[in-house]
């Protein structure tokens, strides 16, 4: 199985500033990474796939990049509504997802 | 816009089965791919499997002996059943679509979602 390992566990921020994620597999997972948000009592929602591009309707100020083994998502500025959690998942191999990071308003 | 509805028992004991069903509405069930996804209160995302809407299977190797995913596709249907449950099948259960790509063919991410439905095991 392949592992996926989120960084930090928690992010604290502050609106307006630049907020970086990381995600790395345990083995190669090519770009078959996708990077989800998820808000509470709500279902995750698609972000990005292919380890960079970004889903139908998602703001430019979301940016996936890596390939491979090491994965980052960034958001650009952050508005009030991008304080969630956030997952990624692999689908290389089986399909797997980290354990989250949460995103916190600082 | 395609909705995903899972329904099904909110309680269930120890070493019943667990039976849900996703409804997919506003598009067909059909040359698509279907995954159960779950999560413990609190905790991460685990996939559970998928389906393809002929009625080929794939499950995660941790919960495959105990679980079975089929299709109606007459109805815009999939379900899940997953046996022998204790309390650590206790989870929100999601239902959610595979997209298929014109460029790259069949693709293992999820684009929708259902709002998820909360299976608690207890006696």
């Known amino acids: 199985e392949i592992v996926m390992t989120q960084s930090p566990a928690t992010l604290s921020v502050s609106p307006g500033e630049r907020a970086t994620l990381s995600c790395r597999a345990s083995?190669?997972?090519?770009?078959?990474l996708a990077w989800y948000q998820q808000k509470p009592g709500q279902a995750p929602r698609l972000l990005i796939y292919?380890?960079?591009t970004r889903a139908t309707g998602i703001p430019a100020r979301f940016s996936g990049s890596g390939s491979g083994t090491e994965f980052t998502l960034t958001i650009s500025s952050l508005q009030s509504e991008d304080f969630a959690v956030y997952y990624c998942?692999?689908?290389?191999?089986?399909?797997?997802f980290g354990q989250g990071t949460r995103l916190e308003i600082k | 816009q395609v909705q995903l509805q899972e329904s099904g028992p909110g309680l269930v004991k120890p070493s019943e089965t667990l039976s849900l069903t996703c409804t997919v509405s506003?598009?067909?069930?059909?040359?698509?791919?279907w995954s159960w996804i779950r999560q413990p209160p609190g905790k991460g995302l685990e996939w559970i499997g998928y389906i393809y809407y002929s009625g080929s299977t794939n499950y995660n190797p941790s919960l495959k002996s105990r679980v079975t995913i089929s299709v109606d596709t007459s109805k815009n249907q999939f379900s899940l059943k997953l046996s022998s449950v204790t309390a650590a099948d206790t989870a929100v259960y999601y239902c959610?679509?595979?997209?298929?790509?014109?460029?790259?063919?069949?693709?293992?991410?999820?684009?929708?979602w259902g709002q998820g439905t909360l299976v608690t095991v207890s006696s």
């Open positions: 083995q190669s997972v090519s770009s078959n």
């Open positions: 506003g598009g067909s069930i059909s040359s698509y791919y």
């Open positions: 998942q692999q689908y290389n191999n089986c399909l797997t």
């Open positions: 959610a679509r595979h997209p298929y790509d014109i460029l790259t063919g069949y693709e293992y991410y999820f684009d929708y």
């Open positions: 292919g380890a960079s």
